[in-house]
């Protein structure tokens, strides 16, 4: 949507008419335009918040790598002071396993485990 009513700004269509042509509010798109003029840029600019919980990253993570569930990792940051909701904790330990492509190590002693591959004669 601000691309395309930035891109008709462009073309020296007049509020009026980019509001007809969008379908938008007019002043939305003199909302648009006015960000634009002020910014140089077509999207707008998203304001995140920082986590609580990116202080308590390389923990949180070590404590992955223990195989701990998010209750065990809330329990054990409440343990610490952390003042947050296990639903954050939850959606925090979800994005960085996506983010981070986490990978839990098994430690396990030699000759505990084996891999066998099985390769399969061809039918004659």
């Known amino acids: 949507m601000h691309i395309s ?3 008709l700004w462009k ?3 007049s509020k009026r008419e980019i ?3 969008t379908g938008h509010d ?3 798109v003199k909302r648009i335009i006015k960000s634009y003029e002020e910014t140089g840029q077509e999207l707008p600019v998203l304001n995140r918040k920082q986590s609580i919980l990116n202080e308590y990253k390389e923990q949180i993570m070590e404590l992955i790598e223990q195989n701990l569930t998010a209750v065990r990792i809330y329990e054990k940051l409440s343990e610490q002071g ?3 909701s296990y639903s954050s904790i939850h ?3 979800s994005k960085i396993k996506i983010d981070d492509k986490i990978c839990v190590r098994f430690h396990t002693p030699p000759g505990e485990e084996a ?3 099985y390769r ?3 039918e004659d």
Do not use: C, G, H, L
């Open 5 to 7: 009513i930035v891109t």
């Open 115 to 117: 891999q066998v591959d």
């Open 26 to 28: 007019r002043k939305t």
């Open 19 to 21: 509001a007809k042509i």
């Open 91 to 93: 959606r925090y330990i």
């Open 82 to 84: 952390v003042s947050t």
């Open 11 to 13: 073309q020296k269509k």
């Open 120 to 122: 399969m004669k061809p």
